[in-house]
Each structure stands twice: as structure tokens, then as C-alpha cells.
């Protein structure tokens, strides 16, 4: 089993539409999730930090559920910019980072 | 524009020469990442450095050696690569402490040939 597990897509929905993404991970012991975003041929750009109380910034919403060990997030009002791999990422509680494999969204007109 | 800045962007090498990639961040992080990516893969962990010394070597092998001058800059200094070593290399700063999110330079695209 994979430390971190998405599903790759890719996701293709209409603007306007609202989607979401998981992302599980199998330590208990992981402490810090993120969400980032990377742009073909770009490097990944922080979306969100993710905690339990969940958290939201515009029209993303990010959630961690730490009994099921997922994390997600939860675009609402898809714009065609948009259109990026959205990776989850996992700390260990140190400087050890996993990514997951990244879900790609296609945003059409 | 990113505020970790990597060069060069582009570095074509052969399998016996030595180059260097350069990172350089100034938001006062005291924790430096090495990050290799392959096309349509995540990116993965090599190096991590915590003010100035190594924290984490994921098993890299040694013809990659990271080298961290000041708290400012990072380098990855290369020699007899081979051509699965090609790959974008991501440089990333973070505060110290650990479990912070990290902040990414635009990388340096690797070729071997």
C-alpha cells in the first residue's frame, strides 16, 4: 500500500461545476497536510494548509479526517484556471514529505 | 515570481561531467529541500537540511551531493550522472520546527545525455 494514495483523474467537469478530491494516508502518526497545486511544467504552489476544523480561502475547502486518515478538498465555482494537478501532501511530524500522485482537473467552457 | 530562486533553468550535461545546481532563498526559512521529479510522477524527497546540516538523505545516491554554505543557499553538486537522472530538480525553503509548508523555486530541468 502506498503511503499516500490519489485517485489520478483526471476529473473533467464544466466551469461552474463544484468537485472534490481525496487523498488517504496510511501513517497514524502523520502530523501536517497540505494541498498544493502544479501547473504543467511548473513547480507546486501551496494551496492550503489542511486541519481538522477544516478550513476554507474562497471557494476551496480543505477538510482532514484523522479516524478514516483522508484529507480533502473541495473546489466550488470551477474556473477554467483552475485546470492544474492538485497534489495532497504528508508530514511526518519532522521534515519528511510525501507526496501523493497528484489529481489531475481539466475545467472546459 | 517566485522568492526561491533556482538556476540554472536548463542543464544538459554528459555522464562524466560535474555541474552544480543553485538554490537561493531569502524569506529567513531555516529548512532546505532537494526534490527530484519525474515527468508525470510527484515529486520526491533527496535532501533536507535544517540550519545548515543535513536532516534527511533519502537514500540518494552519492553521485548527488548537497552541499548548504549559509542558511541562505543550498547547491546539488553533480558527477558521473546517469540518463534516468534526468529530471526537474526542485529546490523548497521552509520555517524551521518541521511540518511547515514548504515554498518552491521553479526548478531546474535536467538533462543527461
Known amino acids: 500500500r502506498k503511503e499516500v494514495e490519489q485517485d489520478p483523474g483526471p476529473f473533467n467537469v464544466p466551469e461552474g461545476a463544484t468537485v472534490a478530491f481525496n487523498c488517504t494516508y496510511s501513517?497514524?502518526?502523520?502530523?501536517?497536510f497540505f494541498w498544493y497545486r502544479q501547473d504543467c511544467r511548473k513547480e507546486p504552489k501551496l494551496l492550503m494548509s489542511?486541519?481538522?476544523s477544516g478550513n476554507e480561502d474562497g471557494r476551496f475547502t480543505a477538510q482532514l479526517n484523522r479516524a478514516s486518515q483522508y484529507i480533502s478538498l473541495l473546489i466550488r465555482d470551477s474556473k477554467l484556471s483552475d485546470s492544474a494537478t492538485y497534489l495532497c501532501?504528508?508530514?511526518?511530524?519532522?521534515?519528511?514529505?510525501?507526496f501523493g500522485a497528484g489529481t489531475r482537473l481539466f475545467v472546459k467552457a | 515570481d517566485t522568492e526561491v530562486t533556482q538556476t540554472p533553468k536548463h542543464l544538459v550535461m554528459g555522464m562524466t561531467n560535474k555541474k552544480s545546481l543553485k538554490c537561493e532563498q531569502h524569506?529567513?526559512?531555516?529548512?532546505m529541500y532537494w526534490y527530484k521529479q519525474k515527468a508525470k510522477k510527484p515529486p520526491e524527497l533527496m535532501f533536507v537540511?535544517?540550519?545548515?546540516?543535513?536532516?534527511i538523505n533519502e537514500s540518494v545516491p552519492s553521485r548527488f551531493s548537497p552541499e548548504c554554505p549559509n542558511s541562505s543557499l543550498l547547491n546539488l553538486h553533480l558527477h558521473a550522472l546517469q540518463p534516468e537522472d534526468s529530471a526537474l530538480y526542485l529546490c523548497?525553503?521552509?520555517?524551521?520546527?518541521?511540518?511547515?509548508?514548504?515554498?518552491f523555486g521553479d526548478g531546474t530541468r535536467l538533462s543527461i545525455l
Open positions: 523548497a525553503s521552509s520555517q524551521e520546527g518541521g511540518n511547515q509548508p514548504q515554498h
Open positions: 501513517n497514524s502518526a502523520s502530523q501536517s
Open positions: 489542511v486541519y481538522s
Open positions: 501532501v504528508v508530514m511526518d511530524g519532522g521534515f519528511k514529505t510525501i
Open positions: 524569506m529567513g526559512h531555516r529548512a
Open positions: 537540511y535544517s540550519y545548515e546540516k543535513l536532516s
